[in-house]
């Protein structure tokens, strides 16, 4: 059954999307099939979730275009573009990890939103995201199942 | 001419830090800071809000230390509230808190500063990693520490609702009994628990000591302060991580002070730097005397080497093996920086053989768990043992419970003025004539990885990475390198 994992903070500002969307879209993946985890985790502590799994969607907050929906390719990506969200430090080298015990998943996705600010300790989401939440969690929704007809593999781990 | 660099870490949470390494006309290092964020955002964050919804907000300042913050917050309204926890309450308690230091300190020994020793500290870029770890000590190892960690956090579950943010604790106990078929896993977890420590201890020995390159760079000049130690000890004078009070030795191992939580204040004091955003503190009693070490430096530690500095022994029988073979070794109290590890790896056995002692203690089934409070809130202080070191919480609050101020002193703060020493020592013996390579720059990280640092995630990466970028700058100020 394949994993997706909606990851945010609920005190850092625009970072609790990820949580917004899982809730909003978490019984119509089930429904079809999927198995949802909505985790404030981050790093190591996904281990526990993504060992032994066959397909993996990670979905989380990322700084950029507001509302915007990203895939990021690969492993060296998420190395890269783990200073831009709070959540990433740790995962390269879990699936590293994960790799080196034949732990990892065949098929592994990050789907990251673009926001403003994941980092500032608020309890509101800056409001040109918490305008297009529904929009976002559409284009969550519409890129999960696209990657899920269509596998690509593209966590090169 | 003279060059500075810094090493400045991405910008996490709540801010972001640096180092900055200043070299001379030579090229030689002659002054390193280091800079970390603060958790003072969080606490006017804390203001205006409900005081019982604060070990659940707290937890969430990151995803290194929750139980901490759950546990010093917890804590904290008990004494807000002047409700005392039925015993049973305070067992479960610890024992909960003994699983997730055991698992938290496996996480670093294995994962994030392990590599420095079990593959080298100048292993190349792409082994020193926990890959190379496992090449080093075998896929099988790797297995059973994945294995014990995931073991350890979905008992942790079971017990606190929610692993990394914990629903246990309430004003004045916990907010469920064990069960029988609980702690008849946990009796066997804990079995667990004390042969994987066992193991890792033998791990450590096997690879770390041995070495004697290893032993000798533990040992050396660059890595050692000699500062004052802290840390919660029982009524022995032993390790503690849940509660006790909290004593103070010297340089030289006597005990300068021993006080409850309640009077922090007249023993710790807070300096600024106009270089820093983060506060120093320091003990009061001696006083600030610049980034120092020595008697006369109110400057001092907390963390794993500093809890068994500060103490008399641990309370359990192969801990305090292993704590004596330690000091035997390194002479007490160890001054070492490096020696951090080592402490680490006697903590997990403590913490296991404490899991197993108190999953077999037939109080922890009492189903009396909690004493409701009915006192008006006005101030309470909460403190714990964070893997890190000592954490505490303060809040104030009005009538209704209320929130109207918070002081959180996580135990990074309390690091930071010798971690600042450590940064510089190790970066003025290693930074000669202008070369900054990767390998100098890991050595130079060694020193503050060895305290787990929890810059809310920030330098809390792993080795084979830089978790700053580095700015080399020339005595005019000028930027001449960024390295990251």
Known sequence: MPLILFLGNPIYSDDRIGLIVGEKLKNRFEEEGFEVEILEKSGYNLVDYIAGQEIVFVVDSIVGEVGEVVLIENLEDLKILFPRSPHYSGLPESLELMKALNLAPKNFFVIGICVKDPFTISDKMSPELEEIVDFVAERVYNCIKLLHLQPRNKAKI | ?484
């Open chain 2, 1 to 484: 001419m003279s060059k500075e660099i810094i090493i400045d870490p991405i910008t996490r949470l709540e801010g972001h830090g640096k180092i900055a390494i200043i070299l001379d006309d030579k090229g030689d290092c002659v002054r390193a800071f280091f800079q970390v964020p603060e958790l003072r955002g969080f606490e006017k964050f804390a203001e205006g809000r409900h005081a019982e919804d604060m070990p659940q907000i707290t937890s969430r300042i990151c995803g290194v230390c929750p139980t901490a913050h759950h546990m010093a917050s917890v804590k904290a309204l008990d004494d807000l509230y002047k409700v005392d926890p039925p015993r049973s309450a305070k067992k479960i308690r610890e024992l909960f808190y003994n699983l997730f230091m055991l698992e938290d300190h496996a996480l670093h020994v294995y994962i994030l500063g392990g590599p420095d020793f079990i593959v080298g500290p100048d292993a190349p870029k792409e082994e020193r990693n926990v890959i190379g770890v496992i090449k080093k000590v075998g896929q099988e190892v790797g297995l059973k520490v994945i294995g014990m960690r995931k073991s350890i956090r979905q008992m942790m579950e079971r017990i606190g609702g929610k692993t990394i943010h914990p629903v246990l604790g309430v004003p004045g106990g916990i907010s469920k009994p064990l069960n029988e078929e609980i702690v008849k896993e946990l009796r066997i977890l804990g079995d667990q628990a004390v042969e994987f420590a066992q193991f890792t201890l033998k791990v450590f020995k096997d690879i770390v000591l041995s070495n004697k390159k290893y032993l000798d760079l533990i040992t050396s000049e660059a890595y050692t302060h000699r500062t004052y130690y802290m840390g919660l000890v029982d009524s022995k004078n032993r390790v503690n991580f849940y509660d006790g009070m909290l004593r103070v030795v010297d340089p030289n191992g006597k005990e300068f002070a021993k006080f409850d939580v309640h009077n922090y204040l007249d023993y710790i004091a807070e300096h600024v730097e106009p270089w820093s955003y983060m506060t120093f503190p320091y003990l009061k009693k001696i006083g600030w005397k610049g980034l120092v070490d020595g008697e006369q430096s109110g400057i001092y530690s907390v963390a794993p080497l500093a809890r068994l500095n500060s103490a008399d022994g641990m309370a359990t029988p192969l801990a305090q093996e292993a704590y004596e073979e330690m000091f035997d070794k390194l002479g007490k109290p160890a001054h070492q920086t490096l020696a951090m590890h080592w402490a680490r790896v006697i903590e997990m056995l403590y913490a296991a053989e404490r899991i197993r002692e108190l999953a077999n203690d037939p109080e922890i089934l009492d189903q009396n768990v909690r004493n409701i409070p009915t006192a008006k809130p006005s101030v309470g202080i909460g403190v714990v043992e964070a893997p890190r070191g000592t954490l505490i919480h303060h809040y104030e609050t009005d009538e209704r419970g209320v929130v109207k101020r918070a002081n959180l002193l996580v135990a990074t703060q309390h690091n930071v003025g010798r971690i600042s020493m450590s940064v510089d020592k190790a970066a003025r013996s290693l930074i000669k004539g202008g070369v900054v390579n990767e390998g100098l720059l890991n050595m130079v990280e060694m020193a503050f990885r060895a305290y787990d640092p929890c810059n809310a995630c920030g330098t809390h990466t792993l080795p084979g990475s830089l978790p700053v970028p580095i700015y080399i700058y020339n005595t005019s100020g000028e930027l001449l390198k960024i390295i990251r």
